[in-house]
């Protein structure tokens, strides 16, 4: 059973608006969230990450929103630029030591 | 200098060979993991060590057995490799009590 949940397979945003993510999870243990993003043929590479103290994180154009009586998280994106599409990955560690992945929504900017 | 490093990169195989894949991190983090992400893109992951402990079993076939000379090291070799092995099995590391997870480039396994 997938505790971090992705449900959008796939986004498409045109360049210059705004692309928002989502991220569901089942949990409420989970107290640590991250964003990961991955182009083609490379490793995933970290953007953001929340603590579940904080309902919102902010570095440059990302932001992350978390809402935690709803087990909800998004990634927003401001404004969508071409290098950003990508496959992205909600994440959320569980302990200290597991980090479990959702499956991931494939980003397409749009010019 | 690449912080995780993983290889080989792609390895084609056939079916009931005995395969390794190697990683190796130098960021002196005590944690590494290996991940699998299958044909779906999912990213789940399979072993966890911490400093050259086993912390993290996920229902793994036994045919997969991760080893770590060292707390850079962790190496996963896979017997008897079959059809659905056939993935791409990433290498992560962090440091203990949270932060960025680091990960390497991934190892492509296409067995036939």
């Known amino acids: 059973d997938q505790q971090v949940k992705q449900n959008s397979p796939s986004l498409s945003v045109q360049e210059g608006r705004i692309s928002i993510l989502n991220c569901d999870y089942t949990n409420s243990m989970f107290d640590y969230f991250l964003w990961y993003k991955k182009y083609p043929a490379e490793g995933p590479t970290f953007l953001i990450s929340i603590s579940s103290i904080k309902d919102k994180n902010e570095d440059g154009r990302f932001t992350v929103f978390l809402n935690k009586s709803a087990k909800h998280l998004s990634l927003h994106i401001v404004p969508s630029q071409p290098g950003d599409s990508a496959v992205y990955f909600c994440a959320a560690l569980e302990g200290d030591d597991k980090i479990i992945f959702g499956k991931g929504t494939r980003l397409h900017i749009l010019p | 200098d690449t912080a995780v490093s993983q290889t080989p990169k792609y390895l084609v195989t056939q079916m009931g060979n005995d395969k390794s894949i190697k990683c190796e991190q130098n960021?002196?983090?005590?944690?590494m993991y290996w991940y699998k992400q299958d044909s779906k893109k999912f990213l789940k992951i399979m072993f966890s060590y911490n400093n050259k402990e086993l912390i993290i079993n996920e229902t793994v076939p036994n045919r997969f057995s991760p080893k770590s000379p060292d707390k850079a090291h962790l190496n996963l070799h896979i017997n008897s490799l079959e059809l659905g092995d056939s993935a791409v099995y990433f290498c992560a590391s962090i440091r203990r009590g949270g932060g960025e997870l680091f990960f390497g480039e991934g190892s492509r396994l296409t067995v036939l």
């Open positions: 960021l002196g983090h005590d944690t």
